[in-house]
């Protein structure tokens, strides 16, 4: 169930910046905006931000998020090698009454 | 420290009921505004909403999984529940569960459990 769209893989060098995308909908991310999921292989999702762009305590400031229409971003500054896992964008859809993820996206810090 | 541990059996047979217990430790399964929710991830893809509940028995399901998908909340015992009736290999993956809490009228994951393995096969 892969409702909102995520591109499968983005590859940056270190410190470099990534920018990974999420589009939904005006009943899902145009609507209720995107949390992101950072997940490392063998572990469960973590949180990194909510309603678009509020960050847990203990998640860098060099993750942030944004919003624009239906698309909503996760901008990753100064890529370090624990940065590379792969994050998950989801959202409340309010005509389906459930929540939908994107497919997820892998990022390669090289 | 809020922590949850699903808990249940590893392996089921085709066609069977899978059930899991997610376990809600360090605070009451009743305070605040949440939802305990499960998700579900095959192996090497991506994440897949079940369904969730509030503490009044609320649920919501997955379109997709609905017929199939129980899920209950015991505020007795602080523990969730899930049960999906019918199993198939495709049902085989990691079981999550997660809280679903409320800030500023919008809803987020923001603690989940280690997850557990389940393999449907006969």
């Known amino acids: 169930q892969a409702g909102l769209t995520q591109p499968p893989s983005v590859s940056r060098g270190l410190r470099q910046t990534a920018t990974l995308t999420c589009t939904g909908n005006?009943?899902?991310?145009?609507?209720?905006?995107a949390a992101w999921l950072q997940q490392h292989q063998g572990h469960p999702p973590k949180l990194l931000s909510y309603?678009?762009?509020n960050r847990p305590s203990g998640i860098s400031e060099r993750f942030s998020a944004s919003r624009s229409g239906n698309t909503a971003s996760l901008i990753i500054t100064g890529l370090q090698p624990e940065d590379e896992a792969d994050y998950y964008c989801s959202a409340w859809d309010s005509s389906l009454t459930a929540w939908v993820f994107g497919g997820g996206t892998k990022l390669t810090v090289l | 420290q809020v922590q949850l541990q699903e808990s249940g059996p590893g392996l089921v047979k085709p066609s069977q009921t899978l059930s899991l217990i997610c376990a809600v430790s360090g605070a009451s399964i009743s305070s605040g505004f949440y939802y305990w929710t499960w998700v579900r991830q095959p192996a090497g893809k991506g994440l897949e909403w079940i369904g969730r509940v509030y503490t009044s028995g609320s649920t919501n399901y997955n379109p997709s999984l609905k017929s199939r998908v129980t899920i209950s909340v015991d505020t007795s015992k602080n523990q969730v529940s899930l049960e999906l009736s019918s199993v198939t290999a495709a049902d085989t993956a990691v079981y999550y569960c997660?809280?679903?809490?409320?800030?500023?009228?919008?809803?987020?994951?923001?603690?989940w459990g280690r997850g557990t393995l389940v393999t449907v096969s006969s």
């Open positions: 005006s009943n899902n991310v145009g609507n209720q905006g």
């Open positions: 997660a809280r679903d809490s409320l800030a500023e009228g919008f809803w987020y994951f923001d603690l």
């Open positions: 309603r678009n762009n």
